[in-house]
């Protein structure tokens, strides 16, 4: 019943593909929700809860509790393979989508563009339209792009 609850700053991934929506728990009438947002001063965290909330009452459920939980950290690594390929295909560059010559994500790393699929970028910016993604140009279709950063 949440898959369809999408991440509000990059509406083509759901929660669940962002590794975002950590549990749900049902117990009886009463459902529990566990998130963890991509950085601690996430701003779309209060959004995030809203939706779940409205989606559970929704179907049907009117008692549930949408917890935030910090520890362990969010990493990227909990983003599923269906999210990498939605993010690519959105034009966002996935975090694995980066390598240096160590096979290291680092700043220095060459981007794969997601609408070229060039290894020719720069990054243009350390940040982008929020903080966990960097701004990043091809040189060969000259195409600007975000870059969802590893973590």
Known sequence: MLDDVKDPEIPVLSLWDMGVL???VREGK????????????????????EDIEVRLRESGIQQCEVKTQLSPA???DWMTDKGRAELRAYGIA??????????????EANVRCPHCHSVHTRRVSEFSSTACKALFQCHDCAEPFDYFKKI
């Open 22 to 24: 950590r549990d749900v």
């Open 30 to 49: 009463r459902v529990k929700v566990v998130i963890t947002p991509t950085y601690s001063g996430c701003p779309a965290m209060d959004v995030m809860r």
């Open 74 to 76: 969010w990493t990227t």
């Open 94 to 107: 996935a975090p694995d989508d980066a390598q240096n010559s160590a096979g290291r994500d680092t700043p």
